[in-house]
């Protein structure tokens, strides 16, 4: 690995650090009785409320359609994230300190596939949290279901929800780009460096 | 400008005078000076979801309350229960706000609320509290700006007729009150014919504690039995004076209009209160015993009464330099001081003229000892002397004067129906417009203090007749709102007030806005009566008194299924709003019930008594309509009759858990108790 790629994944490895103190997603609510708009902020480690009772009034206003209770405290991904985290940046500036790319490779890998896994345990989070509903709820549409998106906006009932990355997600995005553009370097500089070589031996031959 | 007059006077007279075939034409005379209809239109007109400028606060007069007002566009914003009972807030029919009410003739639910007076730092309005006084039974209530709800309400002892009150020292050191009854002080069973010998006036000052707001009674100045009406406290150079105008320095006791209005001049009564100060701290007070009630909303939403059992007071004698009467003509009404201090004006309501008197020209005639007389010890100033010049021609009836800071002074003239502008300076009249009808007070936004914000003044009218559309005899009041940026006043707007506006006052709104509660913390909730969860809500029979400690959250009571009560049973319901979103607050009514209903405000309890009188299944619900499943709010209550066998249940969580291990102890025998 060349020093700058080390130190690009040092940096990238060390901004994940930021996820810690700022939330990953947000999902802003809007409704005609809520001009002033409800929200949730998706930390690595709690779902917090805009608005100090927002989490409360969600919980109130979604017990007519039958949607469960957010209770943070009940969610083990919550509890999980801040290790896997912390584990990432560790293991990433174990490989800026090694420098040995085989290692750069699995790291972006899995980081990669963390991510992914990531974003489809929120959508399965949201798929059954939108989904199952209770039967004896008070409001029932048929054919109705409230999962928020993942990223964009959707109309649920009179709220028209709208979920995207906030900080810490942008933070994470950049640092995970970065590692996989720095990875795809290191590849095509190792392919280039290998070539001239095979190119030696079959002329020799 | 004053030859005017002539053609004014007389249409003025006839509108007052007129039917409806004459008051036409007199809104034609003043469509006339309101110019262009579509620019007074755009000046009032506050479009769809934005704000008016400014919060105005008119008095309620006869209804006891605050009406709370956005200027310019005349809507109203809140009605805040002060004085009287309200059913519409369970304002004293709630346990917790009963005491709030209460007096040493016991509980009084009603009062005469005339003028509003905002807090002041360094002479200007600074959004803290609201005072207002109580005319009839003598109180002076403070309102916390935060909430828009009355926080304390003190009564003052030795008084009648708190008329000139609770006018404000520029630092809010103290708020004021004066009697215009003059009555026996203390009180005692004389003669009303020894009326001069055994009756008295007195002027209370109120400390107004700089941090809290908390009132307490400091002092009071026992002075001839005249009747003190209204009053201003000097600012700037003459702050640490307060004037009081009075009447009746006949001293009649029986048909005062004729009795009182002998005198070419009454008083204007000019109390050095730090020279009062002084006296008191000197120990020339006389301590004398006073039972008053002072009533305080607790932290925990709970009204408490503590009882004041002596007042300090003062007479001319213990104390001399306190105070001297400036003769002023005619039985004066209004005593306004200007934003520079210097210009005490005053409105004889039966004189020809508006006399002003000079501060500075007062100190040196007492310095000078240019004394005309006295009365029972006092000296009274040769007019003379503290007269710096009188506004000629202004009109008939002046009553009241508010300034603009621009060195204008406005005052209402009842008779003549109209708003005079005159010079500060030249004592000039400068301008008149026609208010609709006979106006009492005037007011201009910060028009009694250091830094008006002379943008518009409001005409507070007595007669409203053929305003708006006809309701039968009685009428709404109506106000008027003119624009005074120009040379020329311009009317803009007419709305309907609630009860009777007096006095009012008005800030701008930057100053209050952004520091509203929106609600109550449910956490912060100290009620001991509180349930800040379902699993605590329960029912408890003790004796004859069953408390049902409920919630609502949207949509919902909890328990709401209660049986084992019994006629003639005190049942206390308490309710706790758990929501803690904004603008959720939900209500509370059982059939029946000889009481109101109960608004909670999200994280707030209130508790409701109800004594059934009558076997059955009575329901309760919801009032306030709160989300889509409001009408679903509702409950039932089973009544059994005396000593049946009923056993006391209810659907909630607690019931039977508890039943073995009631902690009697940890909650108050009484359902709000008063100290």
């Known amino acids: 690995m060349k020093p700058i790629s080390r130190w690009a994944v040092a940096v990238a490895s060390l901004l994940l650090l930021v996820v810690f103190v700022t939330p990953l997603w947000r999902i802003d609510l809007i409704a005609p009785q809520y001009p002033e708009g409800l929200g949730l902020r998706i930390w690595i480690n709690q779902i917090t409320g805009l608005k100090p009772n927002d989490l409360n009034s969600l919980n109130g206003l979604n017990h007519y359609i039958g949607m469960r209770a957010i209770v943070p405290e009940s969610i083990p991904e919550l509890r999980l994230m801040p290790q896997l985290l912390a584990a990432a940046v560790v293991a990433g500036l174990l490989v800026a300190l090694i420098g040995r790319r085989p290692l750069l490779y699995l790291w972006a890998v899995l980081f990669t596939v963390g991510a992914v896994a990531g974003l489809g345990d929120f959508y399965k989070w949201g798929y059954e949290y939108g989904h199952q509903l209770d039967p004896t709820a008070a409001i029932k549409v048929p054919g109705m279901s409230y999962q928020p998106p993942v990223i964009g906006s959707k109309q649920l009932l009179n709220f028209h929800a709208t979920s995207w990355p906030d900080v810490g997600g942008w933070v994470a995005i950049v640092a995970l780009g970065c590692v996989v553009t720095v990875a795809l370097l290191e590849w095509r500089r190792a392919r280039q460096a290998v070539s001239p070589r095979v190119r030696a031996a079959a002329a020799a031959a | ?675």
């Open chain 2, 1 to 675: 400008m004053s030859r005017r007059i002539p053609l004014q006077l007389p249409l003025a007279l006839a509108c007052l005078a007129g039917g409806t075939v004459l008051t036409s034409s007199c809104s034609r005379a003043n469509a006339a000076r309101a110019g262009d209809v579509s620019e007074a239109a755009r000046q009032v007109y506050v479009a769809p979801g934005q704000y008016d400028e400014f919060y105005a606060f008119l008095s309620g007069g006869f209804d006891g309350q605050i009406g709370v007002y956005g200027l310019p566009s005349g809507r109203l914003l809140k009605h805040v229960p002060v004085f009287s009972q309200s059913a519409e807030q369970g304002w004293g029919y709630s346990e917790q706000t009963k005491p709030m009410l209460t007096t040493s003739y016991g509980f009084v639910p009603w009062d005469d609320s005339h003028h509003p007076e905002l807090s002041q730092t360094n002479g200007v309005p600074d959004g803290r509290w609201l005072f207002i006084n109580g005319n009839n039974t003598p109180r002076i209530a403070r309102l916390d700006l935060t909430r828009f709800e009355t926080e304390e309400i003190i009564e003052i002892p030795n008084s009648a007729g708190n008329h000139s009150s609770p006018f404000m020292t520029e630092n809010s050191e103290y708020v004021v009150a004066g009697t215009r009854f003059s009555v026996p002080a203390p009180q005692k069973d004389v003669s009303i014919d020894d009326y001069k010998s055994a009756f008295s006036g007195t002027l209370s000052f109120i400390k107004v504690d700089s941090a809290t707001g908390h009132m307490a009674i400091a002092f009071q100045l026992r002075l001839p039995a005249f009747d003190y009406d209204l009053s201003h406290s000097g600012k700037g150079p003459s702050h640490g004076w307060s004037f009081f105008s009075s009447y009746n320095s006949e001293q009649g006791n029986t048909k005062l209009e004729v009795n009182a209005s002998q005198r070419d001049k009454d008083y204007i009564a000019a109390v050095n209160w730090q020279q009062a100060e002084r006296c008191v701290a000197q120990g020339k007070a006389a301590v004398e015993p006073a039972r008053y009630a002072h009533n305080v909303m607790g932290g925990d939403g709970i009204a408490r009464t503590e009882w004041g059992s002596s007042v300090k007071v003062l007479t001319a004698a213990d104390c001399p330099g306190m105070v001297y009467y400036m003769p002023t003509p005619k039985s004066p009404h209004g005593v306004d001081v200007d934003p520079s201090g210097e210009y005490i004006v005053g409105g004889g309501k039966l004189a020809t003229v508006i006399p002003v008197h000079s501060f500075s020209k007062m100190l040196k005639a007492i310095a000078d000892k240019s004394f005309a007389g006295e009365e029972q010890g006092i000296p009274v100033l040769k007019y003379e002397a503290t007269v710096a010049g009188e506004v000629e021609n202004p009109g008939l009836g002046p009553l009241h004067t508010e300034f603009d800071g621009q060195g204008h002074a406005y005052t209402s003239m009842f008779l003549s129906s109209e708003i005079v502008k005159w010079d500060l300076k030249t004592f000039k009249v400068l301008d008149r417009v026609p208010t609709y009808y006979s106006i009492g007070h005037l007011m201009i936004p910060g028009g009694d203090s250091r830094k008006p914000w002379g943008k518009y003044v409001l005409a507070l009218n007595k007669i409203t007749k053929d305003r708006y559309l006809p309701t039968g005899p009685e009428l709404a009041q109506s106000a008027q709102l003119y624009d005074i940026t120009g040379d020329r006043m311009k009317l803009l707007l007419d709305f309907p007030t609630i009860g009777e506006p007096h006095y009012a006052q008005a800030l701008p709104a930057s100053l209050i806005k952004d520091r509203q509660v929106k609600m109550y913390g449910l956490a912060a909730n100290q009620d001991p009566w509180a349930a800040k969860n379902e699993k605590s809500t329960r029912v408890e029979r003790r004796g004859k008194v069953v408390h049902v400690v409920m919630t609502s959250v949207r949509s919902h009571f909890m328990p709401d299924k209660i049986e084992g009560i019994q006629v003639g049973d005190s049942v206390y319901f308490h309710l706790t709003n758990l929501e803690q979103d904004w603008d959720v607050p939900h209500g509370f009514a059982v059939l029946g019930n000889n009481n109101s209903e109960l608004l909670m405000m999200p994280g707030q309890t209130r508790t409701l008594a109800w004594v059934p009188s009558r076997v059955g299944v009575f329901p309760f619900y919801c009032t306030d309509f709160c989300s889509a499943l409001h009408q679903e709010m509702q409950g039932y209550i089973r009544v059994s009759p005396k000593g049946a066998k009923t056993e006391l249940k209810w659907n909630s969580p607690s019931y039977r858990e508890h039943e073995d291990d009631h902690d009697v102890a940890a909650v108050p025998a009484q359902p709000h108790g008063t100290h």
